[in-house]
């Protein structure tokens, strides 16, 4: 879908699953979801820079933030490898577009981990460096406690999501091309890397 279609489609679904179902930490899913859904469409086109630039704001804030210099760094682990793996996974991109299996395969789990990673990372960004914590009345050891266990959930999720991409998308991917349905004219060509 691109970047800017796919961030509308994750951020009306995201409105529409709190509205279906609402909870107390509403905004997070709402503003992570479509975020980590632009970044994967930037990524898909070859496009790294802007995301590079929101990963160092947002991981800048979250350290410079006391709570978060003093929150366990194993838990933002699978942030800081995702943030070193965004100009890679952009450069592999083309990847999508070739006959190759291999190729599809690395670029499609690459992409998808860095995904995952900055929907965590928003939702990590939105809970300390903007205070969304201190809305929600957690003290500093109950924000503690949650981030820990979200960190354990985090990882969990980010292997699911990369088996998924995997074992799913992979074949997902090589049938919607074989029947022209997502790569139309351009079936079997890279789009041109650039670093915008």
């Not at 496009?47 to 210099?69: D, E, N, Q, S």
């Not at 995702?82 to 952009?90: C, Q, R, S, W």
């Not at 939702?123 to 500093?140: A, D, H, K, N, S």
């Not at 050891?141 to 799913?168: M, T």
Request: aromatic share 12%; proline share 5%; glycine share 10%.
């Amino acid at each position: 879908m691109g970047p800017w279609a796919g961030f509308s489609a994750a951020l009306i679904g995201s409105m529409t699953a709190r509205v279906v179902k609402p909870t107390d930490v509403w905004t997070f899913g709402v503003i992570a979801e479509p975020l980590g859904v632009l970044a994967c469409g930037f990524l898909a086109k070859g496009r790294w820079k802007l995301t590079v630039t929101i990963y160092a704001l947002m991981l800048a804030a979250y350290f410079l933030h006391p709570l978060g210099r003093s929150l366990p760094i194993w838990a933002v682990l699978d942030i800081l490898l995702a943030f070193v793996l965004i100009y890679p996974a952009a450069k592999l991109s083309g990847g999508l577009h070739r006959e190759d299996v291999k190729s599809l395969s690395l670029a499609l789990i690459l992409i998808s981990f860095v995904g995952i990673a900055t929907d965590s990372l928003a939702r990590v960004f939105l809970l300390i460096p903007m205070g969304f914590y201190t809305f929600l009345g957690w003290t500093p050891e109950v924000v503690n406690l949650i981030f820990i266990a979200g960190a354990v959930d985090s990882y969990v999720e980010d292997v699911l999501v990369v088996l998924v991409s995997y074992l799913v998308g992979v074949p997902i991917l090589l049938a919607l091309r074989k029947y022209s349905l997502f790569f139309g004219a351009q079936l079997g060509q890279s789009e041109p890397l650039h670093g915008g």
